[in-house]
Structures are given as C-alpha cells and as structure tokens.
C-alpha cells in the first residue's frame, strides 16, 4: 500500500506566501515524478508544477516566478512555496506521485487535498 498524504494548506491575505508539503510512505521501489494539481470551484483540475527525480521541473504559466517546487528523494516529499499569491490561487491543491510500487507495478498516487484560500 501507498499513502500520499499533504499538509499546509490555510488561509492567507493577497500577496501572502504559503508552503505546501507532500509525503508518500509504503511499499515504494522508486517515484519518477512528483506534482502538484489543483482545482477551483466550478473547474477541472489542472497542473499546477511537477518535478522529476532528476530535478526537472515545470510549472503551469500562471505560477511562473510565483511559485517553487521542490523535492527529497531520499524522504519521498515533494514541496510547493507559493509567493504573491493571489485570490485565483484558491483552490484545493492535491499531490500526486508517480511510482513504482514494490511489487514493480506503476500508477499514479493521488493525496486527498489540501484547501488553500486567498482572500482579505
């Protein structure tokens, strides 16, 4: 079994800075890539940035330069630093890790969601 379990999420004026943090646990070979995702309201859910293993990472054009993610191999948690947020920024904000399982299978892992709010 795999758990993905996020933290950090809260409320925060306009303009504010937040930290999303992320961790998976159980019977992990190895994660490819982690990622945050988010959904408003109304929306679909959308990419918000990834990163590889390799420390690759991408970002969704409206949190360039806003927002940094970041990554531990070694303790499997990924990280989201959002700055100069804004109220389009709210959302529930969900991890995702795509791994391999100890048994060698691959899938992607979903956490439950973590609700950020922007508002004054």
């Known amino acids: 079994q795999v758990q993905v379990v996020e933290s950090g999420g809260g409320l925060v004026q306009p303009g504010g800075s937040l930290r999303l943090s992320c961790a998976a646990s159980g019977s992990i070979f190895s994660i490819n890539v982690m990622g945050w995702y988010r959904q408003a309201p109304g929306s679909q859910r959308e990419l918000v940035a990834t990163?590889?293993?390799?420390?690759?990472?991408n970002y969704v054009d409206s949190v360039k330069g806003r927002f940094t993610i970041s990554r531990d191999n070694a303790k499997n948690t990924v990280s989201l630093q959002m700055s100069s947020l804004n109220v389009e920024d709210t959302a529930v904000y969900y991890c995702?890790?795509?791994?391999?399982?100890?048994?060698?299978?691959?899938?992607?892992?979903w956490g439950q969601g973590t609700q950020v709010t922007v508002s004054s």
């Open positions: 995702n890790a795509r791994l391999i399982s100890s048994d060698y299978s691959s899938r992607s892992y």
């Open positions: 990163i590889s293993s390799g420390g690759r990472t």
